[in-house]
């Protein structure tokens, strides 16, 4: 298959494409060896650092959020792929004199597998660090165990509060109780209608027909579990994925939430506001105000066609940091 992009040679992908980022936001951003994204004005050492890892690709996702009141760090892997454990713990190293460092782990196999093992050489160094594992996806079942369950786009929003919460000069284990007060009221479930290409192999990752849709299916075209089904309307497939979501955190009337369309890299943002309309107004019809916001690509793949309805239940302390300031490329509040 031949692809129309712009691009260079496929393996020198990664790099360049950080090159390019860096460059384009130098207030914001720096790189640090050739996948290491930090933020261009250093936070005060008696802070708590807050890192992540995740491979290319996913633009802007994750280095779109490294910046004042958000990340720290963003260590980047190939497309699709994580960093290594030794890139991570070269990242690692750079904060070992903060305040404490907190560690956000999307659950994917490499991400995970890579952060435990830089995490276990950091300890043998005398590095403290505290991980925070996303796994919101709810594809495979409300009750599914941790293990089973994705770690999609609610990392980003979940970065804005620790990050948030770190510039306040909180201590570790206050930034982690926030953040998981937050991590386990969230809830995210994708449908796609086109899966992305790989950029480097120039192939379809997955296909589903031109009338087909599917729920559940994950970011790189893991199958969502019940399989293709039908094309529907965009009021159909936001009341069916926000009653889900509503459902899997348990809300109820009176309770206060977030909810944000992630486009996956083809969806425009028309759709998105279609869809956001929908499911507002399920929401607003069951008892639920919507204090927290977002239409946007967020975390996509490629030209993937679809989008990630991300729904998570808040309280006034939780919103205090996902409202206060923050200054990254892609995440800004004044």
């Known amino acids: 298959m031949v692809m129309k992009k712009f691009l260079n040679d496929p393996q020198a992908l990664t790099p360049e494409l950080l090159e390019g ?3 384009c936001y130098p207030n914001q951003v720096r790189l640090v060896g050739d996948k290491i994204v930090v933020r261009a004005n250093e936070k005060s050492k008696d802070k708590v ?6 491979g290319a690709g996913h633009e802007p996702a994750l280095s779109g959020y490294v910046g004042e009141g958000l990340l720290d760090a963003s260590v980047v892997g190939d497309i699709f792929a994580a960093p290594g454990a030794p ?3 070269e990242a690692l190293r750079l904060f070992k004199d903060y305040a404490g460092i ?6 994917h196999a490499g991400d995970v597998m890579n952060a435990k093992m830089a995490c276990m050489q950091a300890e043998k160094e005398g590095i403290k660090v505290n991980r925070i594992l996303t796994a919101e996806d709810i594809a495979p079942g409300i009750n599914a165990p941790v ?11 979940l970065i804005k509060i620790l990050g948030a919460a770190s510039e306040k000069g909180l201590s570790v284990e206050e930034i982690l109780r926030i953040g998981e007060k937050f991590n386990q009221k969230m809830a995210t479930l994708a449908v796609t209608l086109k899966t992305a290409t790989h950029p480097q192999a120039g192939e379809y990752i997955g296909m589903l027909e031109d ?14 579990g019940n399989g293709p089904e039908p094309m529907q309307s965009a009021d159909t497939v936001a009341d069916i994925m926000i009653r889900k979501l509503a459902a899997a955190v348990n809300a109820k009337s009176g309770d206060k939430a977030v909810l944000i369309i992630n486009g996956s890299g083809a ?10 309309r929908k499911a507002w107004k399920v929401l607003n019809e069951m008892g639920i105000k919507v204090v927290g916001s977002r239409c946007d690509e967020i ?4 030209e993937a066609a679809g989008f990630q309805m991300f729904f998570a239940l808040v309280d006034d302390e939780v919103l205090e940091y996902y409202n206060a300031p923050g200054n990254a490329p892609y995440w800004i509040v004044r």
Not at 102 to 107: F, H, M
Not at 212 to 222: D, K, L, S, V, W
Request: aromatic share 6%; proline share 2%; glycine share 16%.
């Open 299 to 302: 975390l996509t793949v490629q």
């Open 211 to 224: 009338d087909q849709m599917e729920i559940g299916m994950g970011q790189h075209g893991e199958g969502g």
């Open 49 to 54: 650092a807050i890192l992540t890892l995740g």
């Open 147 to 157: 293990e089973d369950r994705r770690g999609l786009g609610g990392c980003v929003p």
């Open 87 to 89: 890139k991570v713990l």
């Open 102 to 107: 907190i560690l956000v782990v999307l659950n």
């Open 267 to 276: 969806t425009t943002h028309m759709e998105m506001f279609v869809v956001f």
């Open 21 to 23: 980022y860096t460059l």
